[in-house]
């Protein structure tokens, strides 16, 4: 959350005494205090809101802090078992082929995400994607989750993931 219950709680109790204290200079006890109440209210109300509105971000958002898509060097795409209670490593591939790369995050572009509080173990996705460019990015995703975000959109995300993991184009190393 954006503030803390009990730390709202209390600097609102604080602000309603501050600005009653200093309004009531202008405006007789009940007038003061009902300004006070009203401002308080309103930016408890504007900070909830911007914590509701932070919880949603677009893919773009969400990679282009750590993604130069510029200069796109490697891409390994790690498939996982998810059947157990903890996923277990399938295969992987590497390709340094930019056009791949790109193709992989197109499918991802305009995607929309919605932080997800309860999606503790982020890990347990069908497909962990490591993209490195002047650093090394990484996130898991399945059909319905982007690390701990939930997929808004109706997308075809894993469109060209699953032609790569089906195909010949990459070279697949197994896991036993």
């Not at 006070?36 to 408890?44: D, G, H, Q, R």
């Not at 295969?91 to 305009?110: N, Y």
């Not at 069908?126 to 059909?143: A, G, K, L, P, R």
Request: glycine share 2%.
């Amino acid at each position: 959350m954006f503030f803390d219950n009990d730390i709202t709680i209390i600097l609102g109790i604080m602000l309603v005494i501050l600005l009653t204290f200093f309004l009531s200079r202008f405006f007789q006890g009940k007038i003061a205090l009902s300004i006070s109440f009203a401002i308080v209210l309103l930016l408890i109300s504007f900070s909830f809101y911007l914590d509701y509105k932070s919880k949603f971000i677009t893919f773009d958002e969400f990679a282009s802090e750590q993604l130069d898509e510029r200069k796109l060097w490697r891409m390994t795409i790690w498939t996982y078992d998810i059947s157990s209670d903890f996923p277990e490593p399938k295969s992987h591939a590497t390709t340094f082929d930019e056009e791949i790369i790109q193709k992989v995050l197109d499918d991802f572009s305009g995607m929309e995400l919605k932080f997800n509080d309860d999606m503790r173990r982020e890990y347990e996705k069908e497909y962990c994607i490591e993209i490195t460019s002047h650093n090394s990015f990484s996130f898991y995703v399945d059909d319905h989750y982007l690390n701990q975000y939930e997929i808004l959109t109706d997308t075809n995300h894993l469109q060209t993931i699953r032609s790569l993991v089906e195909g010949d184009e990459l070279n697949w190393e197994e896991f036993d």
